[in-house]
């Protein structure tokens, strides 16, 4: 018995480290609503919930909407659309190679906020 408990003692930190080390998946998938789009230095900012979300484009980025290809500058007009990317993270900076544009816009909370009648306390 105390044999069985001195190995489990022995072999924990060996599997935690283990799956702890696990590598990052080579393709990452992210998406939210489009908010900016630096035509220039080819970098796109993402608004997912509460958190901005930077992306740089490849140089070979596909960027698409539906069966159509985009360039850049086209994807700097689509801003308040949701878009799904595909990226690979490296060395902390996340590398869009695939971008596309869902043609969906969020909810416009804003007007449905105006047209309630203000409540004070």
């Given at each position: 018995?105390?044999?069985?408990?001195f190995?489990?003692l022995l072999?924990a930190?060996?599997?935690t480290s283990?799956?702890?080390?696990?590598?990052?998946?080579?393709?990452?998938?992210?998406?939210?609503?489009?908010?900016?789009v630096?035509?220039?230095?080819?970098?796109?900012?993402l608004?997912?919930?509460?958190?901005?979300?930077?992306?740089?484009?490849?140089?070979?980025?596909?960027?698409v909407q539906?069966?159509?290809?985009?360039?850049?500058?086209d994807?700097?007009?689509?801003?308040?659309?949701y878009?799904?990317?595909?990226y690979?993270?490296t060395?902390?900076?996340?590398?869009?190679?695939?971008?596309?544009?869902?043609?969906?816009?969020?909810?416009?909370?804003?007007?449905v906020?105006?047209?309630?009648?203000?409540?004070t306390?």
């Amino acid at each position: 018995m105390n044999r069985r408990i001195f190995f489990l003692l022995l072999a924990a930190p060996l599997v935690t480290s283990t799956v702890l080390a696990q590598p990052l998946p080579k393709v990452l998938f992210g998406g939210g609503v489009l908010v900016g789009v630096d035509a220039t230095s080819s970098v796109a900012r993402l608004q997912q919930g509460e958190s901005e979300q930077v992306y740089s484009l490849a140089k070979d980025a596909e960027i698409v909407q539906g069966k159509d290809r985009l360039d850049v500058a086209d994807l700097a007009k689509a801003t308040g659309t949701y878009v799904t990317v595909r990226y690979k993270d490296t060395n902390g900076t996340r590398v869009a190679d695939r971008v596309k544009l869902t043609g969906r816009r969020p909810a416009a909370t804003s007007s449905v906020a105006a047209a309630l009648p203000a409540v004070t306390p």
